[in-house]
């Protein structure tokens, strides 16, 4: 089969450029709604790849049905993709490893950095007509605090590089990193739950896995000092949200500022909405014009590498313990 004779079947989420991608392959490229197990069985049955947006799920009975050679997505994480089943399978999974990891280190010191001198809420007393100083909630000279970093992987390592130096001190927690990587930002490795105990404040970049799900919950928010900023942009799920409501209304933390949410969209009336201690953004600590045309072009050189015969760089691992 040649290149021309393959399709690839691309969802219909804006950030992919399905024109870009048929053009760096050189073959048949469809857009379609992707986001149901069934409607990726309906629209794939004759495409050798798909490319299928964060939140898609792609089970191992629909891959069975089919006959890819690569499942494609434009992420770094790729929960939701039964990556074992793929391999049983035949079936080449690649994600975008290395893409907006300069952007999501921003977003996250942007969330954490304005959280923590109050100026969301400051902003909107502002706008309301209040010209009143009086703080939000407890606010900590950022000089003095401590920032602990939940996953330290080269997302995390670029958000210490630039939280340093406003900050007193960085502790991450990760076991799957190895020394080399914490001595040579100069970031302290601790063990978890000591996080909780020393940091002011605390950035989650973790992947959701077994492992992860719900590990910032009760025990950590009344762990954190009453001037604790929690950020989250890693994934939803790793943050416990039940537990981060009750904390924030108990007091037992300042604030959160989240850019990834258990259920993406959320509901209208999600209870953690409407409050001048929590900013919530729609999952785009990834973007950039950059970061866009980057994310696609990986995805096509991957795709390519799969047809070919070559190993493409974005390969996922099954064995990958962040699996």
Same mark, same amino acid.
């Given at each position: ?15 992919? $450029? ?103 809420? *400051? ?13 939000? *909630? ?5 000089? %003095? ?23 007193? %001190? ?12 914490? *001595? ?55 943050? $416990? ?60 050189? $991957? ?21």
């Amino acid at each position: 089969m040649t290149d021309r004779d393959r399709l690839v079947v691309v969802s219909d989420d804006p950030k992919y $450029d399905a024109d870009r991608i048929g053009e760096m392959l050189g073959c048949r490229v469809e857009t379609a709604d992707l986001s149901t197990p069934a409607l990726l069985r309906e629209h794939a049955a004759d495409a050798d790849a798909v490319v299928v947006n964060v939140d898609s799920s792609v089970p191992g009975d629909v891959l069975a049905d089919l006959d890819l050679s690569v499942v494609a997505r434009g992420a770094v994480g790729v929960d939701g993709v039964d990556v074992a089943a793929a391999a049983d399978h035949g079936v080449q999974v690649v994600h975008a490893p290395d893409y907006c990891l300069d952007e999501v280190a921003d977003h996250a010191v942007a969330l954490l950095t304005a959280l923590a001198r109050g100026v969301p809420a *400051y902003a909107a007393r502002a706008e309301a007509g209040s010209w009143d100083w009086e703080p939000p *909630y407890p606010i900590a000279r950022l000089a %003095d605090c401590t920032v602990g970093l939940v996953s330290f992987g080269p997302i995390a390592r670029r958000f210490a590089d630039r939280i340093a130096p406003l900050v007193d %001190d960085v502790v991450a927690t990760d076991p799957y990193v190895d020394d080399e990587a914490f *001595y040579e930002r100069d970031v302290e490795r601790v063990e978890v739950d000591e996080l909780w105990r020393r940091a002011d404040h605390v950035s989650v970049h973790a992947p959701l896995t077994d492992e992860t799900e719900g590990m910032v919950d009760d025990d950590a928010f009344t762990s954190l000092p009453s001037h604790a900023v929690v950020v989250n942009t890693g994934r939803g799920g790793v943050v $416990d949200e039940d537990d981060l409501l009750a904390a924030l209304e108990a007091g037992d933390i300042a604030a959160a500022g989240l850019d990834v949410l258990a259920e993406e969209p959320p509901a209208a009336d999600h209870p953690l909405f409407g409050r001048e201690d929590v900013v919530v953004t729609p999952h785009v600590g990834w973007y950039s014009g950059a970061a866009d045309r980057d994310l696609n072009e990986s995805i096509a050189r $991957d795709i390519g590498r799969v047809f070919r015969g070559e190993e493409p760089l974005g390969l996922v691992d099954p064995e990958a313990d962040w699996l």
